[in-house]
């Protein structure tokens, strides 16, 4: 299935949850390898919902969730962005959710698949997104008493940590 | 009567509330059996690094597994937003899996170039399938070697090492550099293969192909070490895939999927080869065993697509792609999988147009294989905590980035 197809369906079903489809700059439809540049804009409080019908719907079956990563667009906005595939039908899409960063809250989706756990443990950790519905969100990779969410582009690396100096 | 709940470590990081119990024995005493808490790691042996696990047991029976990783985390993306140009990059993604450092930085260069839209030239690809293939068996010697110590055999550790000491050699005559190579450049290569390359590494296919029966022999089919791998561990394949489990572990729970073929790049559809799968051969699929024979057979296949590449290697200049000024276009982004050793390392780059990238994510194969760790030891005994983490075969370099 194209990204077409695929976000033509999606628009059906869940219609306003889905804000806009955009070919990326590196983009084109050339072959298998850029296709996956092609990427959905969804709801960042309807993420779960729309998983699971990626996954269950018998036309799509993205089982496996390749990446999951943060990003801080450097203009107020976060965003998590999911690479998904299907090992049946093997085909590839990307998904893109945007929050503010005074308001960081974006829907688990660890449920669907469990490989999102640690990844969206590592999004809090780095970029401070509180992930709604998730089982476990504690930092993962920095301690639990790190100030302060690095991968963020206004981030200043706090001067000490237990009396010890920090930036070196 | 003590408060047992005054027992409990006060500073278990997790809100898990060990279950309290008693139970009588024959003499009449009372007895707690309550769960226990024990910490394997951050500096266990076979722990392959610092990791540590926080494991609730019962008796003997694992109730709850929870890894805790960072101890190595050194910001490796933090660091790719601050470099001045990506060629800078690739010695940092040579140590995040150090084992096996060739295939990590030919995942980040190969993103860079996609991003780029340059085509490397014919002879760039076969050389670099070839290295990577070298890199995979040095690698998955590693993983064999320690697995054996893992599970009480020390001898096939120093076998391995032997074996490896001859791939690093080829790396070294290449590149000079025996663990960490910055080899592979963005649309090209820092050297072309020496003169008396090929030589060699004909020589080392036709002396490891009889190691590789020796190592059956050895370890693989060893009575003892079916006998503690076997039905130990099993991943079932639909747990495997909803963890996205990727590599040798989720070919090793029977499923076919290898990204070399299902989602192709560099030269590797020109080759015959056929993923390895496990079938459950001495007890269930996807036990240990399985994971441990589907990396002793990827050995076998990594040898026959570098004997296949060696023949069909063509004339060229390896440097002649490489670009002088690498400058994506502004808002260009890709993510680009490749197979590595253990698994599918994905690279996720947003250029801003700027000489270094905007944001690097990398998708180690270790990281979220260990994520599954928990769903798989539940339920099992201690004793075989050791092997089932180790038939996971981590780097925590990777792990941790």
Known sequence: MTAQEIFDILKIRF?????????????????????MQVWINIAPDKAKEISFFLRDDSAMQFDYLSCLS???YN?????????????????KIVLKTFCTKENPHVQSVSDVWGTANWHEREVFDLFGIVIDGHPDLRRILLPDDWEGNPLRKDYKVQE???????PY | MIDLTMLQPPTLPTDYTVKLGHTKTSTGKTIRTEEMIVNMGPQHPSTHGVLRLEIVIDGEIIVDCIPHIGYLHRCFEKHCEQMTNYQQIIPYADRMDYCSAMTNEWAFVLAVERLLKIEVPERVEYIRVIMAELQRIASHLIAVGTYGIDSGAFTPFLYTFIDREKILDLFEMTCGARLLYNYIWIGGLSHDLPPNFIGQAKDFITYFHPRITMLNDL??????????TANVGVLPKDVAINFAVSGPQLRGSGVNWDLRRDDPYSIYHKLEWQP???????GTVGDCWDRHIVRMREMEQSLNIIEQALAA???GNVKAAIPKRIRPEKDAEIYVRTEASRGELGYYIISDGTTS????????PAFVNLSVLPEIVRGGLIADLVLTAGSIDIVLGEVDR
């Open chain 2, 219 to 228: 370890l693989t089919y060893n009575e003892i070490f079916v006998k503690r």
């Open chain 1, 160 to 166: 000490f940590y237990h009396g010890m100096k920090v």
């Open chain 1, 75 to 91: 203009n107020g906005t976060l965003g998590i962005v999911y690479h998904l595939s299907s090992m049946v039908h093997k085909h």
């Open chain 2, 313 to 315: 290697l063509p004339e």
């Open chain 2, 357 to 364: 990238p905007f944001r690097v994510k990398a998708r180690g």
């Open chain 1, 70 to 72: 943060g990003v801080d």
């Open chain 1, 15 to 35: 219609g306003d949850a889905l804000i806009e489809e955009k070919l990326s700059a590196a983009g084109g439809s050339a072959s298998v390898g850029y296709a």
């Open chain 2, 276 to 282: 390895q799968i496990g079938k459950g051969e001495v």
